[in-house]
Structure formats: C-alpha cells, structure tokens
T-cell receptor, first 112, second 116 residues
Framework: LAKTTQPISMDSYEGQEVNITCSHNNIATNDYITWYQQFPSQGPRFIIQGYKTKVTNEVASLFIPADRKSSTLSLPRVSLSDTAVYYCLGSHGSSNTGKLIFGQGTTLQVKP | DTGVSQDPRHKITKRGQNVTFRCDPISEHNRLYWYRQTLGQGPEFLTYFQNEAQLEKSRLLSDRFSAERPKGSFSTLEIQRTEQGDSAMYLC??????????????FGEGSRLTVL
C-alpha cells in the first residue's frame, strides 16, 4: 500500500474552502486514494475515494492529477463541525485484505 | 442502529488484569478488523478476519493479545495481564468483499481502555 505524506495540521475559518494535499509518490497502479475523517472519541469515517481526475460527492471533492503522485481533498465552505482529523490512504482497488494503513493525518481546526 | 457496535465503550482496569472487548460488525460484512489508536496517532492495524478465519496479525499483537471470531459474526479481543502501555482506543471495523473493493471500512466508536 502507498505511503502517504500530508501536513500535520491546518487552520481555517468558517465559510472558507479548505484544500488538504497528500503526497503518495510510490502509489501502485491498482491503488485507489481514499480519505477518512475522524472526530474525537469516534472511529474514522469514509469521506471520498478516487483513482484519477476528479471525484465529487455531497461532502467533498477529490482531485488527483494524471501522474497520481499526489491528491487534494477539497472541503467547500467549512463549518466548525468540520474540525477533525483527515487521513489520506492508499487502498487496493481489488483488495486482497482490505486492510488500511493510517498515517498521522491532518488535524483541521476551523475557527469562527 | 445497524452500524458497527463495540462494547464496552470505556474500560478502566488495574495493571495485570485481563480485559475483553466485543465487536458486532454490520450483519452482512464478512471482513472484520481490529485497530488500536493512541492519542495523537492514526489507527494502527492489529488483525483481521474473513468470516471466522484470522488471516493476518500485526507484530503489534503480542502474545498477551488474542482475537476470535468464532462463528464469523461478532468478534472478541482479549488482552491478558494488561500493562499501562496497552491504554488506547481499540477500534473495530467491518467491510464486505465482492465486486470492486472500494476500501471502505465501517468503524465502530471504539472501546477506550485505561490501565492504571
């Protein structure tokens, strides 16, 4: 599974767009990029997943350039409730185990 | 609620005691995972089951740790002779195989262990 690197922390203000970039230089051909969100005292929650180009759902957008060596999670107009830790992970598209390896994540603090 | 359920949510024990955590996955999910998370760190993989078979164990899982999933449904994680370093949040997750694996694991809210 791809080793990922992302900023340890970010600050933002309510209403702003937040972009969190993740580097995954050694991503394998069959790896997907998956993002999870974790609030204090809760388990992580799946946000979005993509292979390349752009994916959008009701929560976020995910941008993956053609070389797939990085990806950017975009959260539009954040609110205080978006304060959480965000994890970028590589996961197999046709998995043997489904196991996910988490890094330290990015702690996003949204201020009023 | 049909999500992943973990019990107990909180456990305080004295060093040397045994503790057991239970996880009930989403009913149709055949894969079940245990993770451990300490403050400020991401979840660390411990072990996983496909149905009742334990297919992988991390080197983090010392001999004092044992996990079972006897009938391929709920799972238990037992820690014997607890140490203060075992204090952590123990997370259970489940997923379903078949078709394209999206990598989505469904996590429970965790069982927080404090060893005094």
């Amino acid at each position: 599974l791809a080793k990922t690197t992302q900023p340890i922390s970010m600050d933002s203000y309510e209403g702003q767009e937040v972009n969190i970039t993740c580097s995954h230089n050694n991503i394998a051909t069959n790896d997907y990029i998956t993002w999870y969100q974790q609030f204090p005292s809760q388990g992580p929650r799946f946000i979005i997943q993509g292979y390349k180009t752009k994916v959008t759902n009701e929560v976020a957008s995910l941008f993956i350039p053609a070389d797939r060596k990085s990806s950017t999670l975009s959260l539009p107009r954040v609110s205080l409730s978006d304060t959480a830790v965000y994890y970028c992970l590589g996961s197999h598209g046709s998995s043997n185990t489904g196991k996910l390896i988490f890094g330290q994540g990015t702690t996003l603090q949204v201020k009023p | 609620d049909t999500g992943v359920s973990q019990d107990p949510r909180h456990k305080i024990t004295k060093r040397g005691q045994n503790v057991t955590f239970r996880c009930d996955p989403i009913s149709e999910h055949n894969r079940l995972y245990w993770y451990r998370q300490t403050l400020g760190q991401g979840p660390e993989f411990l072990t996983y089951f496909q149905n009742e078979a334990q297919l992988e164990k991390s080197r983090l899982l010392s001999d004092r740790f044992s996990a079972e999933r006897p009938k391929g449904s709920f799972s238990t994680l037992e820690i014997q002779r607890t140490e203060q370093g075992d204090s952590a949040m123990y997370l259970c997750a489940s997923s379903v195989t078949g078709g394209v694996d999206t990598g989505e694991l469904f996590f429970g809210e965790g069982s927080r262990l404090t060893v005094l």
